[in-house]
Nanobody, 119 residues
Framework: QLQLVESGGGLVQPGGSLRLSCAVS????????MAWHRQAPGKQRELVAR???????KYADSVKGRFTISDDNAKNTVYLQMHSLKPDETADYYC?????????????WGQGTQVTVST
């Protein structure tokens, strides 16, 4: 079992920046990838950014050039640095970690951290 604890959310003005963190602890399965998703009120959860074991990254088109996903293996933590935030990016942001063990793959979700972009 893994535990994921997100932090770093809050209220920020349009154009501002935030850095989200997701600390991973518990049984250390092989991690395939780590990602950030978000879900705005009344909308489906969507992938924001993913980092794959080995370091390659993938971003939603809407955040390319503004958001950066990174990880610190020593701290078992994944980060999402967000710049130039927009009001429509107000959402709950969730950390997701994909793991594998004995030929089976699955993922874990964090509890979410709220980001509000508003004046």
């Amino acid at each position: 079992q893994l535990q994921l604890v997100e932090s770093g959310g809050g209220l920020v003005q349009p154009g501002g920046s935030l850095r989200l963190s997701c600390a991973v602890s518990g049984s250390m399965f092989t991690i395939n990838n780590m990602a950030w998703h978000r879900q705005a009120p009344g909308k489906q959860r969507e992938l924001v950014a993913r980092i794959i074991s080995g370091g390659s990254t993938k971003y939603a088109d809407s955040v390319k050039g503004r958001f950066t996903i990174s990880d610190d293996n020593a701290k078992n933590t994944v980060y999402l640095q967000m710049h130039s935030l927009k009001p429509d990016e107000t959402a709950d942001y969730y950390c997701n970690v994909g793991v594998r063990s004995e030929g089976t793959s699955w993922s874990y979700w964090g509890q979410g951290t709220q980001v509000t972009v508003s004046t």
